[in-house]
């Protein structure tokens, strides 16, 4: 799988993570719907750290689309906020 983060590439990952993805992605759901914004900004920081520790980056001049697209580091909460869907960032 595909997957994006905004401003910094594109990143294949096995499908098995996709799991793990989605726990920090249920994590950073509830820190958005609760105005947490310290959990949030952690929370966000783990998944993203999550896909760059097991995706491999991919080449620049691949054109392929991507699957999924997570939020830089740098957004907020209100930013991400209006990413979200029923299921958070991640379906599943």
């Known amino acids: 799988m595909i997957l994006r983060i905004l401003g910094e590439g ?3 990952i096995a499908d098995h993570t996709v ?3 989605n726990g920090l992605d ?9 105005g947490d914004e310290s959990k949030f900004q952690d929370t966000l920081a783990a998944l993203l ?3 760059r520790e097991v995706g491999q980056p991919v080449p620049d001049d691949h054109l392929g689309p991507s699957e ?3 939020p830089g580091s740098d ?7 209006a990413l979200l869907g029923d299921e958070g960032l991640i379906p599943g």
């Open 26 to 34: 249920n994590e950073l759901l509830a820190a958005v719907e609760s």
């Open 19 to 21: 799991e793990a993805l």
């Open 75 to 81: 957004s907020t909460l209100e930013e991400v906020r």
């Open 49 to 51: 750290a999550l896909v």
């Open 68 to 70: 999924l697209v997570l």
């Open 10 to 12: 594109q990143f294949e």
